[in-house]
């Protein structure tokens, strides 16, 4: 069973950057995927960016490109997100996901196979 642990979130004014960790365990398995998504008050859990097992290919959601940075680290287990020139708007419980069975980078939740608690990003105007 994987767990994921995500840290990294707190309360930054509009400008400031964040960065996001999340940390797997219990793995015995390859992960061909890790992905972030976002919940905002209100709305559904939308796509936020993903990166594959090698790290050599990523994908973002408009909303976030240019701004964010996804990155992983297979040595640790941890998949990262860095966010630059926060707004207001980004303002949401951010998950991150594990993709554990072939496949390509996908924007979909229904395509990843665990997910974490989550982690509280609130950006101030």
């Known amino acids: 069973q994987v767990q994921l642990v995500e840290s990294g979130g707190g309360l930054v004014q509009a400008g400031g950057s964040l960065r996001l960790s999340c940390a797997a365990s219990?793995?015995?398995?390859?992960?061909?995927?890790m992905g972030w998504f976002r919940q905002a008050p209100g709305k559904e859990r939308e796509f936020a960016a993903a990166?594959?097992?090698?790290?050599?290919?990523?994908y973002y959601a408009d909303s976030v490109k240019g701004r964010f940075t996804i990155s992983r680290d297979n040595a640790k287990n941890t998949v990262y997100l860095q966010m630059n020139s926060l707004k207001p708007e980004d303002t949401a419980v951010y998950y991150c996901?594990?993709?554990?069975?072939?496949?390509?980078?996908?924007?979909?939740?229904?395509?990843?196979?665990?997910w974490g608690q989550g982690t509280q990003v609130t950006v101030s105007s």
């Open positions: 219990g793995r015995t398995f390859r992960s061909y995927v």
């Open positions: 996901a594990d993709r554990t069975t072939y496949g390509f980078v996908s924007t979909s939740e229904k395509d990843y196979d665990y």
């Open positions: 990166i594959n097992w090698s790290g050599g290919k990523t």
